[in-house]
């Protein structure tokens, strides 16, 4: 079975050729470019659009997870989680953080570099407040990342809060968002004999330096 799986794992071969990515069809800043990628991927239906990687690191080995990107700031993208769970745990120790947006089937993907904020309490009232009952609940009942004897524990968790609240859910205090703000993005475009096309972006002071980078 493995030398099966490395045989076609080392023989499977995609060629990128659904678009292109130059420098003169990019505008100077990202955030006009983020904002239309994104807008096509949603276009497109393509499962989950804004589904995006987050990596943290509280010393020397990177966290992965998938998180959702939920609002769009003028300065930056949130999203919403639970404070003590391990990635909230990480941002209170090193705020640095990277996003990756992967859309393959329209040959695509966007890198970011930043720095990751506790949103306001407003922002996170404001979105908590829209969430369906049962999401609300379970921001209560899960106590995110910590090891639980079984499933049936979460279930006695939901009907505690469930009689607890049963009309308005607070939000806890544990529970809110996050705002990341960017100082890079890497645009990348599949394209043809591997040799995709890779724009990039640097925030120096209050500018953004554009530049391409090798495949």
């Not at 996003?99 to 506790?118: K, N, S, Y």
């Not at 308005?168 to 990348?188: K, N």
Request: proline share 6%; charged share 25%.
């Amino acid at each position: 079975m493995t030398h099966e799986l490395n045989e076609f794992l080392g023989n499977d071969r995609k060629q990128f050729e659904k678009n292109e990515l130059l420098e003169n069809n990019t505008p100077a800043a990202p955030f006009e470019l983020f904002n239309l990628w994104l807008q096509q991927a949603i276009e497109h239906k393509l499962t989950e659009p804004y589904a995006m990687i987050l990596a943290t690191s509280a010393g020397n080995m990177p966290s992965q997870r998938v998180v959702y990107l939920r609002e769009i700031y003028e300065d930056g993208y949130g999203f919403f989680t639970n404070y003590l769970s391990k990635k909230g745990i990480d941002l209170a120790k090193n705020p640095n953080a990277s996003l990756l947006f992967f859309w393959p089937d329209i040959e695509r993907q966007i890198r970011l570099e930043g720095t990751i904020r506790v949103a306001s309490k407003e922002i996170s009232d404001n979105y908590f407040s829209g969430r369906p009952r049962n999401s609300q609940l379970g921001a209560w009942a899960s106590e995110q990342s910590k090891i639980i004897a079984s499933r049936e524990i979460l279930n006695e968790r939901m009907k505690e809060f469930e009689n607890k609240f049963p009309s308005t859910v607070p939000r806890p205090e544990h529970w809110g968002g996050y705002i990341f703000e960017p100082s890079y993005f890497e645009f990348w475009q599949g394209r043809s004999s591997r040799l995709h096309d890779r724009i990039c972006y640097e925030k120096n002071g209050t500018e953004w330096k554009k530049f391409r980078k090798a495949p």
